[in-house]
């Protein structure tokens, strides 16, 4: 841990207009709850990472429907944040929602911005409309 906090300590000296910030994963988490637009940017060890990404997934109602993206300077991979679930399989459960805003989240990223935008209405009204199925809030399927 102490080798990551000097790298960003580093990082953030040679950008002294951006905000940095050292907090407790305990006061991250508070904060977070209370406020998720207080944060633009997160940087934390894996572990951590983990555990803030689930919170901030329960933040706007699960794992189902949590988009994800990692973006590197040479390449870039979205996916949904919840595995394959095969404890659901063949029971009509699946909730496409964490694929389709993941699928969004790529076509931003390649530029394809009205293809996106297409997307997320329909995936958004589908929502609104209850036809997509979320045991959390009781979405109608």
Same mark, same amino acid.
């Given at each position: 841990?102490? %080798?990551?906090?000097? !790298? !960003?300590?580093?990082?953030?000296? $040679? #950008?002294?207009n951006i905000k940095?910030?050292?907090?407790?994963?305990?006061?991250? !988490?508070?904060?977070?709850?209370?406020?998720?637009?207080?944060?633009d940017v997160l940087? @934390?060890?894996?572990?951590?990472?983990?555990?803030? *990404?689930?919170?901030?997934? +329960? =933040?706007?109602?699960? %794992?189902?429907?949590?988009? *994800?993206?990692?973006? +590197?300077?040479? +390449? /870039?991979?979205?996916?949904?944040? #919840?595995?394959?679930?095969?404890?659901?399989?063949?029971?009509? $459960? /699946?909730?496409p929602t964490a =694929? =389709?805003?993941?699928?969004? @989240?790529?076509?931003? #990223? @390649?530029? %394809?911005?009205? #293809?996106?935008? $297409?997307?997320?209405?329909?995936?958004?009204?589908?929502? $609104?409309?209850?036809?997509?199925?979320?045991?959390?809030?009781?979405?109608?399927?």
């Amino acid at each position: 841990m102490v %080798l990551f906090l000097q !790298c !960003c300590r580093q990082v953030a000296e $040679k #950008h002294p207009n951006i905000k940095y910030e050292e907090m407790y994963l305990d006061t991250v !988490c508070l904060n977070l709850v209370q406020d998720p637009s207080e944060f633009d940017v997160l940087v @934390m060890p894996n572990l951590y990472g983990d555990i803030l *990404s689930d919170l901030c997934a +329960g =933040l706007i109602g699960g %794992l189902g429907v949590t988009p *994800s993206g990692n973006i +590197g300077e040479g +390449g /870039a991979v979205f996916e949904s944040v #919840h595995g394959t679930a095969p404890d659901i399989a063949g029971q009509d $459960k /699946a909730n496409p929602t964490a =694929l =389709l805003l993941s699928a969004i @989240m790529m076509l931003r #990223h @390649m530029n %394809l911005t009205s #293809h996106a935008d $297409k997307i997320s209405r329909a995936c958004f009204d589908a929502i $609104k409309e209850g036809k997509i199925f979320n045991s959390r809030f009781g979405w109608q399927s």
